[in-house]
């Protein structure tokens, strides 16, 4: 049997190589990166037949000095990593996962609204400080009952919110540049609203839609001004579709009750963050996608994907981008 060499550029846990593994079909030989070195990366990829990537960058120059490469797959959805204009050049597809890690994705975004709303984990180091905060955390906290919720973005991981979101009692509104049939809103029980609606009725405006020209700093200063007073941002999309200085003055400010943030314009940030000193932000390291229990998931679709190009097959539908 012809083996074909599958290269993941990230270099993972042994547990989790274990698990790709587990699901690679008996004609792929998948191999990992030990570091992100460009000198490492660039070896691997040269090789391969195809790449696959969470969070490594995948170069002009990596693409044009690998000869043999015939898919690049993100190894989840946000491919701006990838360079797909030298992939095009080549005549190389470039696909992503679609949908495979909404459900973790969504859960982080809920988790997150309740961890600012109900200040968890700044209670959490206070109580192990030995500071007992009962009664004086009765006008800082609030519930999600009865709120509005925006949805900036209703690809999957939109919709799984809202899926997520229907035991809050709340009322969901969505903008996206594509509007759902109405039988899906229906089904959904969200109502549509254009972008400045949504801003101007959203207690709680969780962001997701790609970063691409035109959402790169979509929620600025302007937008935030828009926004309601006492109102919280959740981001687990990509860092820089919020303006990172303009939520920060917003917070100081007061005009924002809080914010729940996966993702940074830079990542990692730099420990001088100035959201970092921030009591009423929560702040966790892009690990929304990042569990143990759905790897399995994602790297099916990513082989599938594999061997349907070696089949002579499309890509799943939903997965290629270009």
Same mark, same amino acid.
């Given at each position: 049997?012809?083996?074909?060499? !599958?290269?993941?550029?990230?270099?993972? *846990? %042994?547990?989790?190589?274990?698990?790709?593994?587990?699901? $690679?079909?008996?004609?792929?030989? =998948?191999?990992? $990166?030990?570091?992100?070195?460009?000198?490492?990366?660039?070896?691997?990829?040269?090789?391969? *037949?195809?790449?696959?990537?969470?969070?490594?960058?995948?170069? !002009?120059?990596?693409?044009?000095?690998?000869?043999?490469?015939?898919?690049?797959?993100?190894?989840?959805?946000?491919?701006?990593?990838?360079?797909?204009?030298?992939?095009?050049? &080549?005549?190389? +597809?470039?696909?992503?996962?679609?949908?495979?890690?909404?459900?973790?994705? $969504?859960?982080?975004?809920?988790?997150?609204?309740?961890?600012?709303?109900?200040?968890? +984990?700044?209670?959490? &180091?206070?109580?192990?400080?030995?500071?007992?905060?009962?009664?004086?955390?009765?006008?800082?906290?609030?519930?999600?009952?009865?709120?509005?919720?925006?949805?900036?973005?209703?690809?999957?991981?939109?919709?799984?919110?809202?899926?997520?979101?229907?035991?809050?009692?709340?009322?969901?509104?969505?903008? *996206?540049?594509?509007?759902?049939?109405?039988?899906?809103?229906?089904?959904?029980?969200?109502?549509?609203?254009?972008?400045?609606?949504?801003?101007? %009725?959203? *207690?709680?405006?969780?962001?997701? =839609?790609?970063?691409?020209?035109?959402?790169?700093?979509? =929620?600025?200063?302007?937008?935030?001004?828009?926004?309601?007073?006492? !109102?919280?941002?959740?981001?687990?999309?990509?860092?820089? =579709?919020?303006?990172?200085?303009?939520?920060?003055?917003?917070?100081?400010?007061?005009?924002?009750?809080?914010?729940?943030?996966?993702?940074?314009?830079?990542? +990692?940030?730099?420990?001088?963050? +100035?959201?970092?000193?921030?009591?009423?932000?929560?702040?966790?390291?892009?690990?929304?996608?990042?569990?143990?229990?759905?790897?399995?998931?994602?790297?099916?679709?990513?082989?599938?994907?594999?061997?349907?190009?070696?089949?002579? %097959?499309?890509?799943?539908?939903?997965?290629?981008? $270009?």
């Amino acid at each position: 049997m012809e083996k074909w060499i !599958a290269a993941c550029l990230d270099p993972w *846990d %042994e547990q989790i190589k274990r698990i790709v593994l587990a699901v $690679a079909p008996s004609n792929l030989e =998948v191999r990992f $990166a030990a570091s992100y070195d460009s000198a490492v990366q660039h070896a691997l990829a040269r090789d391969a *037949d195809f790449v696959m990537t969470n969070f490594a960058p995948v170069t !002009a120059t990596m693409i044009d000095d690998a000869p043999r490469l015939r898919l690049i797959h993100k190894w989840g959805v946000g491919y701006e990593k990838i360079d797909v204009a030298a992939a095009k050049r &080549r005549g190389i +597809p470039v696909a992503i996962a679609a949908g495979m890690n909404a459900v973790p994705v $969504a859960e982080h975004a809920i988790a997150l609204m309740l961890a600012v709303y109900r200040r968890i +984990p700044f209670l959490d &180091r206070k109580l192990r400080q030995g500071v007992w905060l009962k009664q004086e955390m009765r006008t800082e906290c609030r519930q999600l009952k009865g709120k509005t919720v925006g949805l900036l973005g209703m690809g999957n991981i939109g919709r799984e919110v809202v899926r997520k979101l229907s035991v809050f009692d709340v009322e969901v509104l969505y903008h *996206d540049v594509r509007r759902l049939d109405e039988a899906t809103e229906r089904a959904l029980a969200v109502r549509y609203a254009a972008f400045d609606r949504l801003l101007a %009725e959203s *207690d709680i405006l969780s962001v997701h =839609v790609p970063l691409m020209e035109s959402t790169r700093g979509l =929620v600025g200063r302007e937008a935030i001004a828009r926004m309601k007073d006492g !109102a919280v941002i959740i981001n687990t999309a990509r860092g820089g =579709v919020v303006d990172e200085d303009a939520l920060h003055q917003a917070l100081v400010s007061g005009k924002l009750f809080g914010a729940g943030i996966d993702t940074f314009a830079v990542e +990692p940030p730099g420990t001088d963050n +100035p959201l970092f000193a921030l009591e009423q932000v929560v702040l966790t390291p892009h690990t929304g996608g990042v569990v143990v229990d759905n790897v399995a998931n994602v790297t099916k679709c990513v082989f599938e994907n594999m061997q349907r190009l070696l089949r002579g %097959e499309p890509i799943a539908p939903g997965c290629q981008v $270009a």
